[in-house]
Structures are given as structure tokens and as C-alpha cells.
């Protein structure tokens, strides 16, 4: 037994070789720790470490050690017909996982053994052999194989899978009464007896390989198994090799011996039977006697268990039969004991409860029925008014106050104080006087836990408080609402509500109001303001988005200030398309902003300018080629867009009016033109067609004529030619 200290609790617990070394959860935090024996002597000293559970993780390997050795197997993967669910266990010489067999969809326990083990060609040839021998061991005492393979180089047997605890688990719980300590190892003899008669040796018995099911049962685990790897270890190597547990193997299997047998078995019962007596292994051959080393042990024991313990195989019990016999003949000295009055050596009925002899008081002797309450010896197995079976209420109880406590322990764990003590109080209402001890440290624990719990909602509080200043006010919250109100700083803790709550409200108001201000392009005031939410409450819900709106606000006014910089720009150089697509943005996202008005108007007034220009230039043109009615359309449109104090509007409204005067006289000679040629068009009706003119008849007279001497001319030019 040894008292370790867990690294990350920092929480004592009590450790023994039986809870076995590697993945250990913590009592108190339940976090995975790494026991580990240091070299030195036999009984070694032991540490405690982080976490890395000599290469195994919750989620299977997790190191290249442990990969490379069993190969890299994950939950969901398949061996033969069996599916990997987590793992449960690892020892020196294989890892077992609990696993699914796919075909009958039921639990087993998958065995993996190293994969060096593939490349030796004598364990292969074994492999089968022994296999075979061990999976036709048959016996309700003994952990059966359901089948056994290999796949590549990964080499494993389907055991039985065992829901319960284990012999050592129950030794280190302190709840094995006498009664339950003899059944167990009457099993354990039963089931050796049977295997040694089919020619198989255990070779590594121990408490951790004693396993009981959740009905008391015992289940002895991995017959064979450490033979079967130390064969092959031998016939690959050449060399002697040593598979077991020290403290629980005889010296001829430690000093490697040739040949073990069923006597070796018989020594390791006895190391089981001192461990669970004393409360450690021998450390040395003989050892001191139970009794002596335990005043509470009866003497009659010393002889069994020195006698499985001899040095000498020759010495100890010969076959696993005849310490099942010694285990009986024990049971009824123990029976005639209990009869026989301490004092007078004389016997009394078995219901008296004082000597009729010598009047001694006997009640010592005497135990309550769990059932009607009933008196009766403590060696009886049936209760004589009601007829139970103690011997199996004993057995039922002493399990439900092991599995009480650790129920209580995690409950503990996760700081359910209150489960814990609950849990414990039922170990309080048993009656039997075997459990008085069961009781007392049921007591312990809930005045261990009362006290873990004040200082655990002391710790509480004040990481409320801490929190609470770092302004981390929603995780400090829950943590002082958990605080019972029957703890006794309870006052305090509903002071530290209250200024909690009300700061937790003014940091959401101050957000809401916030995000006016960002409206109001309030920028400085509104980081002020959320600097200070920030302050009081670092994780206030809209905080973050506040200040993504505060940023994404100041950004866009830095883009509206850009563009409007454009639009100055494009108004100097008269673009003014240019300048009103630019004002576009700024208008859509800042409509309310002061310079885009002002720029709106600026862009109009140059736009109109532009026109006025163009149409006083195309005006002047048209003046210029007479086109007076285009020049008056263009010079009345520029007009219109000149200011009265613009210098050019003397010289528009002079054109203009020239403009309108040129076609007032045009006007007027058309109608001027019209008249005469009206008074043509009567004069020409009154006197007829211009062919019956006199006049016009000498003209065309006169024309023949010249016509006709002009030819004769010709003529006579040409003929002289």
C-alpha cells in the first residue's frame, strides 16, 4: 500500500500493487494518471505521473513505443469477427480492449498480444496448439476463450467479457468479511483443480486476475497465457525467461527453473490469501505469520497460508484439492469455535446468548438477520427465524458497500458531494456487526467529503470573485449560483449576485446605447463607451458585434470621404459625369451627410454652366451662318441658365435680339413676297397664257432669227476650214 499524490488534483490517494500499474483514474478527479514502480528493491517505491499511461490513451495508443509494439489499432476496427470498442486494461504482456463480436452482437474481452510475437515461427506453431488446449477449459470459474486468431502480424484471443470488479479492488475496499474471503478462494480451488487436471498451469495468479462478476462469482483470467508468451519468448531467444508477477511467483519460477506446475499455482494462492490478510505480499520466505503481522487474523490461518507459501514445492500443499480440503476442515474448527464459550471452553446451545456454564456473555457471537432482524450466530448460514440464506446476504452486501463506495467516490469526482454522502449513508444503514468497520469508514468518507466540499464552494467562490474582476462575468455567474444556500458564506455569495447581475445589465444597456451613438457617427464617444463595457464585462453579448458596426461604420465614412475627395477633384476638372457617378456612393450610404448636398448642387451648377456655354457657342454659330431660328432656340436656352450679373448676358440678349430681329425682317419679306407674287398670279389671270401674248410672240420670233443666222455662221466657219 502506498500513498500517492495525484498530479493534477494534487488529492492523495491510496494505491497497492493489486490496482495494477499503467491507466489509473484519479479518486478524486478522475483523470487519467500513470502509476509506475521505480527499480530498486522488490517491494519497489511507486510514483505517480502525468498522463501518458506508458504509451496507452483513452482512445487507444499514444505513443510510437506502444504503435510499433501492438500495432495501431483504433475504435471501429475489425479483427476477425470482432469490433473494437475502447480499451480496458494494459499489462506487460498485452493490452485488452472491450470489443463487440459482430455475429452475436454481444461484449467480449479481446486480448492483443506484441507484434514481435508474428516473427518467431516457434510461438506461430505454438500458437495454435496452446490455444486450442486453453479455449477447451470449461469451468464457471474460469474466464473462457471464445476464439483466437490473427490478423497480419497481430495476434489475439476473444475471452469472455466480465462485468464487476476484481479480487484486488475488493481487497483494497476493505469490505471482505471472512465468510466472502473463504467462498472466494474455495472458487479459486475449484476452478485451479479442474484446470490442472486438463495439464494447464496459471503461471501468474494474482488478485488482479481474479475477477468477480456483479453476482459475487469468481471469474480467474488469462490461464496459460503468460506460459504460453514465456515458451515462445525461450525458443526464439534461447534464453530462460521469467513471465509473472514478483511477490505472487514461487522461487522456482523466479530463478527460472525449468518446468512450473500446479504447485506453483498453490503458492501464489498463498501470496493471495497474505495480501488480502495483511495487506501486502511476502517480502520474504517464510514469512511472518498473518496473525502476527495482522493481530486481527485468526492463528488457524497462519498454517494454511505458510504451508501454500513454502519455499519448497515438496512442502506445499500438493494439488489444489487438498487446500480446498484445508479451507473446509478451517470452516468447521471455525463452526465448533463459536460454539464453545471463550471462558469456560464449555459448549451451549447454539441460541444462547449467555454461557449456561458460567454465565459468560456469548452476543459477541451474534449478528442481526439483515432480513427480519433476527439474532444468530455469526457461523450460521441460515437464519433460524426466517430462514435466508446469510451466508449469500453477506456476500450480496459486502459487494453493494464496495460498489457504494466507489459510486460515492465518482460522485465525489465531480464534486456531487451530496450524492456522495447520500450514497454513503446507505453503507450507514446496514446492521450487521461484520460491517461495523464498513460503517466507520463510511463515516470517515462523509466527513472527508463535508470537508472537501466546504473547501471545494470556498475555491468556488473565490474563482467566482476572480472572475468577476477579470470581467469575465458570465463564466463567474454559474460558479456562484452553485453555491448552496446552506453553505455558510451564503450572504456573501448573494452580495456578489447582485453586483454581478446589475453590472451584467448596465453592460447591455451601455452596448444598446452604443450602437446609437455609431447612428449618430458619435465614433470617439461610442469606443469610449464600449472601452468601458469591455472593462466591466470583457464577454457582454453584441459587444463584439458593436465594435465590428463601430469599425465597419468608420470605414465606410473613410470610403464616402474618398469619394467625395473624387468628386471635388472631377467638379475642377469639369467632369461633371464623372464627378455625379463618383457622388453616386456617397449618396447612397451617406444621404444625411452635409457635403453631399453641397456637392450635389455644385455638380448641378457646373453641369448647368457647361450647357449654358455650349449653348451660347452654338447660338453664336448659328447667328454667324444666318441661321437665326437654331441661333434663337440655343441663345434663349443660355439665357435661361445665365445669371443676371453674369458679364456674358448683355452679349446673349443682344444677339438674341438681333436673332429675333433678322427673323422679324425675314418674316416680312416672305409676306412682302407673297403679296407681289399674289398680285402677279391676278394680273397673270386677267390676261390669259403668256403664249397668246403679242409681246412674247415677237421675242420667240426674235430668237428663230438669231438662231438661224448663229448656224449659218457655224457653217460657213467650218466649210472655209
Not at 17 to 23: A, K, P, S
Not at 100 to 120: G, M, Y
Not at 150 to 168: I, L, R
Not at 201 to 207: G, T
Amino acid at each position: 500500500m502506498a500513498s500517492l499524490r495525484c498530479p493534477y488534483c494534487r488529492g492523495e490517494f491510496e494505491w497497492n500493487e493489486d490496482m495494477g500499474q499503467g491507466r489509473v483514474a484519479c479518486p478524486s478527479c478522475s483523470r487519467t494518471v500513470e502509476i509506475v514502480r521505480k527499480k530498486g528493491t522488490r517491494s519497489g517505491q511507486t510514483e505517480v505521473r502525468v498522463g501518458s499511461t506508458a504509451g496507452w490513451g483513452t482512445e487507444g495508443f499514444s505513443s510510437a513505443a506502444a504503435r510499433a509494439e501492438y500495432g495501431e489499432i483504433k475504435k471501429g476496427d475489425q479483427l476477425g469477427g470482432f469490433r473494437v470498442e475502447d480499451m480496458v486494461g494494459a499489462g506487460a504482456m498485452a493490452v485488452v480492449y472491450r470489443a463487440t463480436q459482430i455475429s452475436l452482437d454481444r461484449s467480449v474481452a479481446l486480448k492483443i498480444l506484441p507484434k514481435e510475437f508474428a516473427k518467431r515461427p516457434s510461438f506461430v506453431r505454438q500458437f495454435d496448439s496452446e490455444t486450442e488446449l486453453l479455449a477447451s477449459l470449461n469451468h464457471p470459474n474460469i474466464v473462457s476463450i471464445i476464439d483466437r486468431g490473427h490478423q497480419d502480424e497481430t495476434y489475439y484471443f476473444a475471452m469472455e467479457f466480465v462485468e464487476g470488479t476484481t479480487f484486488g479492488e475488493l481487497i483494497a475496499s476493505g469490505q471482505l468479511d471472512e465468510e466472502f474471503f473463504l467462498q472466494i478462494l474455495e472458487q479459486c480451488c475449484d476452478a485451479l483443480t479442474y484446470a490442472h487436471s486438463k495439464g494447464v498451469v496459471h503461471r501468474d495468479l494474482k488478485p488482479a486476475n481474479i475477477m468477480l462478476n456483479e453476482n459475487g462469482m469468481v471469474k480467474i483470467a488469462d490461464f496459460g497465457v503468460a506460459g504460453l508468451i514465456a515458451s515462445a519468448d525461450e525458443q526464439a531467444s534461447g534464453k530462460k525467461k521469467v513471465m509473472g508477477t514478483r511477490g505472487y511467483m514461487p522461487p522456482e519460477q523466479e530463478m527460472h527453473v525449468n518446468r512450473t506446475d500446479e504447485r506453483s499455482d498453490i503458492f501464489a494462492m498463498g501470496a493471495v490469501m497474505y495480501r488480502a490478510l495483511v495487506g501486502k505480499v511476502p517480502d520474504r520466505l517464510p514469512p511472518t505469520p498473518p496473525s502476527r503481522a495482522n493481530p486481527r487474523v485468526d492463528p488457524r490461518l497462519d498454517r494454511i497460508v505458510l504451508t501454500c507459501l513454502a519455499a519448497s514445492p515438496d512442502k506445499r500443499y500438493q494439488t489444489a484439492r487438498e487446500l480446498l480440503d484445508a479451507f473446509r476442515t478451517y470452516r468447521q474448527d471455525l463452526a465448533r469455535a463459536y460454539e464453545v464459550c471463550p471462558q469456560c471452553k464449555k459448549e451451549s446451545p447454539p441460541t444462547a446468548k449467555t454461557c449456561v456454564h458460567c454465565g459468560a456473555d456469548l452476543s459477541a457471537l451474534f449478528d442481526s438477520c439483515p432480513e427480519c432482524g433476527a439474532d444468530n450466530r455469526i457461523d450460521r448460514d441460515i437464519c433460524t427465524s426466517c430462514g435466508v440464506n446469510l451466508s449469500e446476504l453477506r456476500r450480496q452486501t459486502s459487494m453493494n458497500i464496495g460498489r457504494t463506495e466507489e459510486r460515492a467516490r465518482r460522485l465525489a469526482a465531480r464534486h456531487n458531494y451530496k450524492g456522495a454522502v447520500k450514497a454513503l449513508e446507505e453503507v450507514l444503514r446496514t446492521r450487521e456487526k461484520m460491517f461495523q468497520r464498513a460503517r466507520e469508514r463510511a463515516q470517515r468518507f462523509i466527513e472527508t467529503y463535508r470537508q472537501e466540499e466546504r473547501k471545494y464552494y470556498r475555491q468556488q467562490i473565490a474563482d467566482g470573485k476572480r472572475l468577476a474582476a477579470e470581467g469575465r462575468l458570465a463564466d463567474a455567474l454559474p460558479i456562484l449560483e452553485s453555491i448552496p444556500e446552506e453553505f455558510g458564506h451564503r450572504q456573501d455569495v448573494e452580495a456578489q449576485l447582485i453586483n454581478l447581475k446589475s453590472r451584467m445589465a448596465l453592460a447591455r444597456q451601455r452596448v444598446g446605447a452604443t450602437l446609437d451613438l455609431i447612428k449618430q457617427q458619435q465614433y470617439d464617444e461610442a469606443e469610449k463607451a464600449l472601452n468601458g463595457v469591455a472593462q466591466t464585462w470583457v464577454d457582454c453579448p453584441g459587444l463584439e458585434d458593436a465594435r465590428a458596426q463601430l469599425h465597419d461604420a468608420r470605414e465606410t465614412d473613410r470610403m464616402v470621404e474618398y469619394e467625395l475627395r473624387e468628386v471635388r477633384r472631377f467638379l475642377e476638372e469639369g467632369k461633371t459625369t464623372e464627378a455625379r457617378k463618383a457622388l453616386e456612393f456617397a449618396s447612397a450610404t451617406r444621404r444625411d451627410h452635409p457635403l453631399v448636398r453641397e456637392l450635389q448642387t455644385a455638380i448641378e451648377q457646373q453641369s448647368g454652366q457647361t450647357v449654358r456655354k455650349s449653348a451660347f457657342a452654338q447660338g453664336r454659330k448659328a447667328f454667324e451662318e444666318q441661321r437665326y431660328a437654331d441661333a434663337l432656340g440655343y441663345l434663349k436656352a443660355a439665357l435661361e441658365l445665365t445669371p443676371e450679373a453674369d458679364p456674358e448676358r448683355p452679349a446673349m440678349a443682344k444677339m438674341l435680339a438681333g436673332a429675333q430681329r433678322f427673323i422679324r425682317e425675314a418674316e416680312e419679306k416672305k409676306r412682302e413676297e407673297a403679296r407681289v407674287a399674289a398680285e402677279l398670279a391676278a394680273i397673270r389671270a386677267r390676261r390669259g397664257p403668256w403664249y397668246k401674248q403679242p409681246l412674247v410672240l415677237v421675242l420667240i420670233g426674235f430668237g428663230v432669227a438669231i438662231l438661224g443666222v448663229g448656224g449659218l455662221v457655224l457653217w460657213l466657219v467650218m466649210s472655209t476650214e
